[in-house]
């Protein structure tokens, strides 16, 4: 067991946590822990992400040929037939939930106070779905100034803003 310095509070050794720089007493021990549970939840929701892609690539391979030819309701029972078929279900409920728990923990990061530079990075950092390039460019440019500033790279941790958006 590992314990965040400054809290004495014990959990299991982490590399997100292993991570982390050292901070004073006082310095943002809230988000850093905060920050430690939501790299780890979003390593578990990265985890559920790629068991599930596999799967769903196997179910759209056989429903995109289908889809032209089959009226609505045709579609629908196809589509439950196939997502039976593939055995989908259990894995999407995995990324929803793991999802859920990420989102819960954003929630609490939102409403923590940031005593200093970390703990700016930290809000920074948990802000999603960033698709307008006059706020991502901005939020990148202090993410990387608070990582030359802390000795920590905010944008190495959970990959640049907006990088979801620009995937679609």
């Known amino acids: 067991m590992a314990a965040i310095p400054a809290v004495g509070l014990s959990i299991g050794p982490t590399k997100a946590q292993s991570d982390l720089p050292d901070l004073k007493a006082g310095d943002d021990v809230e988000l850093r822990?905060?920050?430690?549970?939501y790299l780890?939840?979003?390593d578990r929701l990265d985890d559920a992400e790629l068991a599930h892609k596999p799967v769903r690539d196997a179910l759209d391979a056989e429903w995109y040929p289908l889809v032209k030819s089959l009226s609505l309701a045709e579609q629908k029972k196809a589509f439950d037939q196939l997502w039976k078929k593939h055995g989908?279900?259990?894995?999407?409920?995995?990324?929803?939930?793991?999802?859920?728990?990420?989102?819960?923990?954003?929630?609490?990061?939102?409403?923590?106070k940031a005593e200093g530079l970390f703990g700016i990075g930290?809000?920074?950092s948990v802000t999603e779905y960033f698709e307008e390039y006059d706020v991502v460019?901005?939020?990148?440019?202090?993410r990387r100034a608070l990582g030359k500033l802390t000795g920590y790279d905010f944008i190495?941790?959970?990959?640049?803003?907006?990088?979801?958006?620009?995937?679609d």
Request: aromatic share 4%.
């Open 40 to 42: 780890d939840q979003l």
């Open 88 to 112: 989908i279900e259990p894995l999407w409920n995995r990324v929803t939930s793991e999802s859920r728990k990420l989102v819960k923990i954003t929630k609490a990061i939102r409403k923590a």
């Open 156 to 167: 190495a941790a959970t990959g640049p803003l907006g990088e979801e958006a620009d995937a």
């Open 122 to 124: 930290v809000k920074l």
């Open 33 to 37: 822990r905060l920050w430690a549970k």
């Open 137 to 142: 460019q901005p939020a990148e440019d202090a």
